[in-house]
């Protein structure tokens, strides 16, 4: 199973509003990542997860918290966003480091407007 | 900032023909992937070569690296409108984690039937 699952597949929000997106692999994965893509823009790095740790935060707003409750789930909790954070949120995972060569398996995303 | 620099941003063929898109990066790698991405869809992997390696296949692909000039090509023989895609390159650093990728701003290619 190479599968990355991601819910919801849309979300509208307002700006005062609190909600969050979920990911979810089954691959024995320990890297598990959050992207940000605009649209015809590649995607932006936003955190690592590695062994259920946060091991990169690439400089994101307060505004986004991700949490990572086991080896096989990851959350970003979302609050107070504005309307330039509607873009696609891409979920991926990896076995993780100490791995000589890493593949990516991205889920299908959570496309978000924040209106 | 953006490691690597696909080219051409946009990419235009008629079913059958070959598509090439190369990809150019500033730094030493680890190795060097290739994604497709349907149009708002999450990114699928194609193809990984590393960083001691110079050319690889699957199937219709054929990825080369050449590391003296920090560039990769990606060519698609016998092209399907189903390829109809962007394509984007990414990098994995050496000397660290290779889990860190830094994708290139992509090539959108359309196959026309």
């Known amino acids: 199973d190479t599968e990355v699952t991601q819910t919801p597949k849309h979300l509208v929000m307002g700006m005062t509003n609190k909600k969050s997106l979920k990911c979810e692999q089954h691959m024995g994965h320990r890297a598990m990542y959050w992207y940000k893509q605009k649209a015809k823009k590649p995607p932006e790095l936003m955190f690592v997860?590695?062994?259920?740790?946060?091991?990169i935060n690439e400089s994101v707003p307060s505004r986004f918290s991700p949490e990572c409750p086991n080896s096989s789930l990851l959350n970003l909790h979302l609050h107070a966003l504005q309307p330039e954070d509607s873009a696609l949120y891409l979920c991926?995972?990896?076995?993780?480091?100490?791995?000589?060569?890493?593949?990516?398996?991205f889920g299908p995303g959570t496309r978000l407007t924040v209106l | 900032s953006q490691q690597g620099e696909e080219d051409p941003q946009a990419l235009s063929i008629q079913e059958g023909e070959n598509a090439t898109m190369n990809c150019s990066y500033k730094?030493?790698?680890?190795?060097l992937q290739w994604y497709r991405q349907n149009s708002g869809r999450g990114l699928v992997h194609l193809i990984l070569?590393?960083?001691?390696?110079r050319e690889k296949h699957s199937g219709r692909l054929r990825v080369t690296l050449d590391t003296s000039k920090k560039s990769s090509s990606l060519l698609i023989t016998a092209s399907r409108a189903a390829d109809t895609a962007s394509y984007f390159c990414?990098?994995?650093?050496?000397?660290?984690?290779?889990?860190?990728?830094?994708f290139g701003k992509g090539t959108k290619l359309s196959v026309i039937p």
């Open positions: 997860y590695s062994y259920e740790k946060l091991s």
């Open positions: 070569i590393r960083s001691n390696e």
């Open positions: 990414a990098t994995g650093p050496s000397g660290a984690g290779s889990y860190q990728l830094t």
């Open positions: 991926a995972s990896s076995q993780g480091p100490g791995t000589a060569t890493d593949t990516q398996y």
């Open positions: 730094t030493s790698i680890n190795n």
